[in-house]
């Protein structure tokens, strides 16, 4: 009778070395020779293209049609204020595909992230962020489009409403991530780090990208399995 040997796989076992709402650091060992480094760029390209993450897409601020026309009363420049949109986070406490969010400010003022208005259950963490600057005679109202998504977005929504201009957008909530590989003699051990913008927790950023990796390649394996 023919003897087959067993691969030798390793019980991989994963410690947590420090972790806190918005990042962690984490060791995975032990882990087969020559795997730690294909292992840690799947990860890594997983969690920055599709962890889900909120971000403004667009934006239609009454009386103005256009980045290139000024807003009355502002000190900046259009193109800047929805540049300064950009930097702007977002916690999302139910799953939503889209919102409306609004400003709504007269008079002299510096308009930061805590003076947007939010529907219930949308809150902006990034409230000291400063998105424009008015003087006495300025009325500014705009609407915000919010919308939840992955990966770098570009400024080409179809049947977007009128009067509301497009922007690029990067949904990702990921800020960091890093690794260190340790080669032993019979065995390797991989230190991942993981930092993100705190509209996620670190440690469920990690479970997504597990269970991501699990969903797709499961479903590629019956698929293949299916057509044979």
Do not use: W
Request: charged share 20%.
């Amino acid at each position: 009778m023919h003897q087959y040997l067993k691969y030798p796989f390793l019980d991989t076992k994963i410690k947590i070395l420090h972790e806190e709402n918005h990042f962690i650091e984490c060791l995975f060992t032990p882990l087969e020779k020559n795997f730690s480094l294909v292992f840690a760029n799947l990860l890594r390209r997983v969690l920055y293209s599709y962890t889900i993450g909120h971000s403004i897409t667009a934006i239609k601020i009454q009386g103005i049609h256009s980045e290139f026309e000024s807003i009355p009363g502002v000190v900046e420049d259009t193109v800047d204020i929805l540049s300064n949109l950009k930097n702007l986070t977002f916690k999302i406490e139910k799953p939503i595909q889209e919102c409306i969010l609004r400003i709504q400010q007269k008079g002299a003022k510096k308009v930061r992230g805590e003076d947007i208005i939010c529907p219930e259950g949308v809150s902006v963490l990034s409230k000291e962020v400063d998105i424009c600057t008015m003087n006495d005679s300025a009325n500014v109202e705009a609407s915000l489009l919010l919308q939840s998504g992955t990966g770098y977005y570009f400024n080409n929504i179809q049947n977007l409403e009128k009067g509301y201009m497009p922007l690029d957008t990067s949904f990702s909530p990921i800020e960091h991530v890093s690794y260190r590989v340790q080669t032993y003699s019979h065995y390797e051990e991989l230190a991942f780090y993981l930092k993100t913008n705190g509209s996620i927790r670190a440690k469920e950023a990690l479970s997504h990208a597990f269970e991501f990796l699990g969903a797709r390649y499961t479903s590629l394996y019956k698929q293949s399995n299916d057509k044979t």
